[in-house]
């Protein structure tokens, strides 16, 4: 005669060898002790946060947070200055149809009218005015 008054697990029951508790089979953990009752198959899922890449967000915060603490990552900085201004440069070249010397001029016209902007402002103010001269 069994002294335990446990009752033995019912069919869709299964006894955790870790800890000795009933589980439900469809379980892939024990609820009791937490230990996996079936080999998991990936244990890569609960790894994987820590390595996954950071969002486009994530990344975005702490440039900004850098920015806020004065310490901007140049390099970051200065690559995406030069990828809105290859993006600026060929919508230009586009609306000019194809011809650089022609948005090399509009470029140098817009540092005629503000001396002090960056290629990167005057090719958006020229972006600018050639829609309003072009609508
Ligand atoms: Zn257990």
């Not at 010397?101 to 540092?111: D, G, H, M, P």
Request: glycine share 6%; aromatic share 6%; net charge negative.
């Amino acid at each position: 005669m069994p002294t335990s008054l446990t009752p033995p697990p019912r069919d869709d029951e299964t006894e955790c060898g870790n800890c000795g508790a009933y589980v439900y089979q469809g379980l892939m953990k024990c609820p009791n002790c937490g230990v996996y009752l079936v080999d998991p198959v990936d244990p890569e899922p609960e790894e994987r946060p820590r390595v996954r890449p950071k969002s486009k967000l994530s990344l975005a915060i702490e440039a900004a947070m850098r920015k806020i603490r004065g310490e901007p990552h140049i390099a970051e900085e200065l690559f995406t200055g030069a990828m809105r201004e290859a993006v600026l440069f060929d919508d230009l070249l586009r609306k000019v149809g194809g011809d650089r010397s022609a948005v090399e001029r509009l470029i140098e016209y817009e540092r005629g009218q503000n001396p002090n902007a960056t290629r990167l402002t005057c090719l958006q103010n020229a972006v600018r005015r050639w829609e309003q001269e072009n609508r």
